[in-house]
């Protein structure tokens, strides 16, 4: 049987395709795991930015818990002036996060249509749940 195959192979070229098939399958598979390792790579320095910010807010509302009381004297103005800006340095940071993003708009692919026929998936098109 094993002689059978060999036989087909080399008549067929079987082998020469199995091999190129599996080239091709292996590098298809690298490169789905090169961008699954990208994705994640993405995914941490999102939630790292994030903790960063939230650590930074949280030591703002800090601060401003312990100048809750009372007038403010020109150092504790220094201090509150330090922080708007720290806020709006912060604020600048969370808006560039997303500044020039877009997501790409996938548009449908339009399904041909047969001449005399209604559209397919209109209303008239009873095959696609039409009334």
């Not at 912060?90 to 005399?116: F, I, K, S, T």
Request: with cysteine; aromatic share 4%.
């Amino acid at each position: 049987m094993i002689g059978v195959w060999k036989w087909l192979q080399d008549r067929l070229g079987i082998a020469e395709v199995s091999h190129r098939q599996e080239c091709m399958m292996g590098k298809f598979a690298d490169e789905m795991d090169d961008l699954r390792r990208r994705i994640a790579g993405l995914g941490e320095a999102q939630a790292t930015s994030a903790a960063n910010l939230q650590s930074a807010i949280t030591g703002l509302e800090e601060k401003i818990a312990d100048l809750q009381n009372g007038d403010l004297d020109a150092e504790q103005q220094a201090l509150v002036d330090g922080m708007k800006a720290d806020v709006d340095a912060l604020r600048d940071a969370a808006n560039a996060a997303d500044d020039g993003y877009e997501p790409p708009v996938v548009e449908p692919a339009p399904v041909p249509g047969v001449e005399g026929e209604p559209a397919p998936g209109s209303v008239e098109d009873r095959q696609r749940g039409g009334i």
